[in-house]
């Protein structure tokens, strides 16, 4: 690298001050004194979400259109408040919106499997369902006072009295026949045995082989014929049985339906608009009498077998309310914070029994389709889609219009266990999915489904104008939110102060962000200065401190990179001038941290076939915008310089030290002047460092992390002592974004440092050089001794040199 | 219910298919509170089913189908069996909840020996059902030296 001597201080000076931000630019203050108050605690109410009148004019519109697939998505980044003004929104719209019934899950007598869902003007399924549990009670009663009165039993035992008669006939028939026969007929655990009796005993063989043939066949002969007689008569028996049964069954019937009719007859009025419901009644009805015997088995089994067994239970008669509403004349709005398959759409729950998983109706769950149902739902997009089939499940509701509970095993086909299929209920609902744009965008162009449902896009604006109005209106919304948190008033310094911050927040001077996390943050942040200090009043002094304490959380990082740098381990110059070197500004951003350093950025140029290497590029460092910056400032050179000529050079540019990915185009200005210098011969100026890109025809073009840039720049050159030469060069455009930390703003006032706006590369090279770029003259040439001159004569002196060793390679080649 | 008189060193219950096991049972732990013994219980086979199989002809008619059977040897052998094995269970399960010991035989006419090889020529008392009088195998307990303790058994 050749050193030059340091460009004439006059005519650096007189560059400088054109191009030099007014004090006043780098910092908007603000200033509350128009609005007339002190403390925080004398401003009036204003609830308004600033500068979001579009999205809610779109959340509105969403949710008040009756026709299908308006779901809103409401587009924002996290704690911009959108949670809030989705649900502020919704419960205004809920209010008088025609309340959904309510619905209630019953036992399905004919496919038990396939749970019945009824409707019920809203309010009323809560009634209902204490109804039935109350005729439960009822019939617990009256079932086992039904079969226990008088009147039951003496039929009863009249039943019992005839069938036993019956039975007792024909055996009496029998055993006189078999007497008179002297045939016995003896018990036996499965049966009858019949044998040959004298005196009572059975006749031992002796004596039957004394008997005379004729006797020993009479008795043969008897035990056959008794025999066919017992088996036509155990044929008879069962018949009996069954006739006996049936007597009593209808006995039952009887009894009980006159109990049932009592019970039920009050229900039935009480719900007769309902034709659904008094059906429902007249089979609970006709299920009681056909089962009622079955009812006093259950009620006394007991221990682990009592639910295996075939008993029936008063529970199948239970309501499941699946959801209710209270009667008050607005719609529900739910927000649901942990969106998962089961809490969107409701789950099947089951119990074990003797190691068994069983369910039934009464185990049905709703979920927030089902709570929100004719009202408004709130999901977090990104926790939907996080959930297993949580966002297939949402859609298929929404499709539908239908709420079908079922087991995702089994909507999936990867279950074959037999479970519930209960009726789907019909939805009515309006969704607001809240989430990141870069959601919104990916599910427009990757779910074809997406743009069928959520036809509304709610896009929160991240900032506003910083007008007299919006700075204003600011002011009313953060003493709201003072006064809704119950925090200590702030002065009106200490307001001023926030407001200043939240266009630094919105990385803007001349805007305000919207973000109300931030401006929660800092309101929290700066009430604990407060009472850290005892004050019972925030002063401007407690933002300042919560401002620096929050930068202070998070700048190890920052600060290990100023002591890098301190100590020479990254090389930055802060005075001097060098030829091909330039101090760069990079911006490190995660989020919260987020700051801006120097980077040394030098450039080579010597004899070429018209290359700009990329060094960053050609070791895979460098992003794709970098990339295309460097191949704009390589069309720039060569569309700037000697255009007869062949461009002859070959450039190397370099982000040293740099051992990290390079991303983004705001170097390219730099990354030019270097190039610029190398080829010119021109020291660069190392007090100043330079951000900005550029375009084809040298327009220097608006970039990110401005105020963070400066005031990277500015820590490295306080460390090591400003002495009024040192400073920064950003493009114009940028001024409107300045909105620096106090004391860089104080420390240009004072003259020791300094922020150099311009529009054009010249611009920043004659600052950075000291020296007038020159602009083409009349006669097609720059001005002698400018930066551009010296460039385009050494490009041109390159194509010369080029030219000649064409002309000594020409023979070879010929004779080859 | 026959009061017992006099010290026994041997107590048997005389069992049978249908006889009332738990008053027989309650009997035999009186007697055993006043006077500790070995205790035996005997299961008397009911003759009946044997001389009924030796029988040409005899049927037996099934409960549940009403289909005949001949009645044969073994079907009278598993009957008493079955009786046997369910009579020991329900007065095994008596004697372990009473934690008591004892000894269960099957008592046949065709084995009257064992009666006297129980008793080891010593007085036992025999405590049996008042029905047992009545069957024939009662007759196998006359002429030992043992007496006989008569539970009514007309609560059944």
Same mark, same amino acid.
């Given at each position: 690298m050749v050193l030059r001597p340091e460009p004439s201080a006059e005519g650096m000076d007189m560059a400088q001050n054109s191009f030099e931000v007014r004090v006043e630019d780098l910092r908007r203050t603000c200033d @509350?004194?128009?609005?007339?108050? !002190?403390?925080?605690? !004398?401003l009036g109410e204003l609830r308004q979400h600033l500068g979001q009148e579009r999205a809610i004019d779109a959340i509105r519109f969403g949710l008040q259109i009756a026709s299908e697939g308006y779901n809103i998505f409401v587009l924002g980044p996290p704690g911009s408040h959108r949670h809030g003004l989705a649900e502020e929104i919704a419960a205004e719209l809920a209010v008088g919106r025609p309340a959904d019934p309510d619905w209630v899950y019953v036992n399905n007598f004919a496919a038990p499997k396939e749970p019945r869902a009824m409707a019920f003007p809203a309010g009323q399924g809560k009634a209902f369902q204490d109804d039935m549990r109350a005729l439960i009670e009822d019939l617990r009663f009256a079932i086992p006072a039904a079969f226990e009165s008088d009147d039951y039993r003496s039929q009863l035992k009249a039943i019992e009295s005839g069938t036993e008669q019956a039975a007792s006939e024909l055996t009496k028939e029998l055993e006189s026949e078999a007497e008179k026969e002297q045939i016995g007929i003896m018990q036996t655990p499965t049966g009858y045995v019949l044998a040959p009796i004298k005196n009572g005993k059975v006749l031992d063989e002796k004596d039957f082989r004394k008997l005379p043939d004729e006797e020993k066949e009479r008795i043969q002969e008897a035990i056959r014929r008794i025999g066919q007689r017992m088996q036509e008569q155990f044929e008879q028996v069962p018949r009996l049985h069954k006739r006996h049964r049936e007597q009593v069954r209808e006995l039952d019937r009887t009894v009980i339906s006159h109990a049932v009719s009592l019970l039920l007859a009050d229900l039935k009025n009480k719900y007769s608009a309902l034709d659904e419901v008094v059906g429902y009644l007249d089979e609970v009805a006709a299920d009681i009498i056909d089962n009622a015997r079955s009812f006093l088995q259950s009620e006394q089994a007991a221990g682990p077998f009592a639910a295996m067994g075939q008993a029936r239970s008063f529970?199948?008669? !239970?309501?499941? @309310?699946?959801r209710g509403t209270a009667a008050d004349g607005s719609a529900p709005v739910v927000y649901e914070p942990n969106p998962s398959y089961h809490n969107i759409l409701g789950k099947i729950e089951y119990r074990v029994e003797m190691g068994a998983l069983v369910t039934d109706f009464r185990m049905l769950r709703g979920g927030a389709l089902h709570r929100a149902n004719g009202g408004f739902l709130i999901l977090d997009v990104r926790r939907v889609l996080g959930r297993p089939f949580a966002w297939e499940a949402l859609k298929q509701a929404l499709l539908t219009n239908e709420i079908r509970i079922e087991s995702p095993e089994e909507t999936y086909g990867l279950a074959s266990t037999s479970t519930l299929q209960p009726e789907p209920i019909p939805l009515n609902i309006k969704v607001l999915l809240i989430g990141e744009r870069l959601l919104f965008y990916l599910l427009s162009i990757y779910d074809p489904e997406f743009s069928e449902l959520f036809k509304v896009a709610a896009d929160l604006e991240d900032d506003v104008k910083r007008d007299a109005d919006n700075v204003a209106a600011l002011a009313l919304v953060a003493a709201d939110r003072i006064r809704q948190r119950g925090l200590l008033p702030f002065a009106r310094p200490a307001l001023e102060r926030v407001i200043e911050e939240m266009s630094r927040t919105a990385q803007d001077g001349e805007r305000l962000s919207t973000h109300m996390q931030s401006l929660d943050d800092q309101l929290d942040e700066a009430q604990h200065w407060a009472r850290q200090r005892k004050s019972d009043l925030v002063e401007r002094e407690d933002v300042d401190k919560a401002i620096v304490q929050g930068i202070r959380r998070l700048d190890r990082a920052q600060t290990r990179l100023l002591e890098a740098i301190e100590r020479d381990l990254v090389l930055i110059d802060t005075e001097g001038a060098r030829v091909g070197q330039v101090n760069g500004l990079a911006i490190v951003d995660f989020g919260k941290l987020r700051f801006g350093h120097p980077v040394r950025i030098t450039a080579t140029t010597r004899l070429g076939s018209g290359e700009v290497v990329d060094v960053e590029r050609e070791v895979e460092l460098g992003g794709a915008i970098h990339s295309k910056g460097m191949l704009i400032l390589s069309s720039a050179l060569s569309a700037r310089y000697a255009t007869d000529s062949p461009l002859s050079l070959r450039a190397s540019v370099v982000f040293e030290q740099s051992y990290g990915g390079v991303e983004g185009d705001s170097a390219s200005v730099a990354e030019f002047c270097a190039l610029l210098s190398s080829l010119s011969g021109l020291p660069v100026r190392q007090n100043l460092a330079v951000t900005g890109s550029v375009n084809q025809h040298g327009r220097v073009q608006v970039i990110g992390g401005v105020n963070e840039k400066i005031e990277g720049y500015f820590e490295v050159c306080r460390k090591r002592g400003l002495d009024g030469t040192h400073g920064v060069i950003v493009p114009l455009e940028n001024v409107g974004h300045l909105m620096l930390r106090q004391e860089v703003a104080e420390a240009v006032a004072r003259g020791e440092f300094h922020v150099y706006g311009v529009r054009y590369i010249d611009e920043a090279v004659s600052l950075l050089t000291g020296v007038e770029a020159g602009e083409r003259g009349d006669d097609g040439e720059f001005p002698e001794g400018s930066v551009n001159r010296r460039v385009e004569e050494q490009l041109l002196a390159y194509a010369e040199q080029r030219k000649k060793f064409a002309k000594q390679e020409e023979p070879n080649d010929a004779g080859n | 219910m026959t009061p017992a008189t006099e010290q026994h060193s041997r107590v048997f219950i005389a069992l049978t298919e249908s006889c009332p096991v738990p008053r027989l049972w309650q009997a035999a732990l009186e007697q055993l509170r006043e006077s500790p013994a070995e205790l035996t219980a005997l299961f008397v086979v009911d003759e009946r089913w044997y001389r009924a199989a030796e029988l040409p002809g005899t049927l037996e008619i099934s409960r549940l189908s009403a289909a005949p059977f001949a009645f044969t040897r073994e079907r009278a052998e598993a009957i008493c069996r079955e009786a046997a094995a369910r009579t020991r269970r329900d007065i095994e399960r008596m004697a372990a909840e009473a934690r008591l010991r004892l000894r269960f035989e099957v008592l046949r006419e065709a084995t009257p020996a064992l009666l006297a090889d129980l008793l080891a020529g010593e007085q036992g008392l025999v405590i049996a059902s008042s029905q047992f009088r009545l069957q024939p195998a009662y007759t196998l307990f006359e002429g030992l030296r043992c007496r006989v303790l008569l539970v009514d058994d007309d609560e059944r």
């Open positions: @509350l004194s128009a609005m007339n108050f !002190e403390r925080s605690d !004398e529970a199948q008669y !239970e309501v499941n @309310l699946i | -």
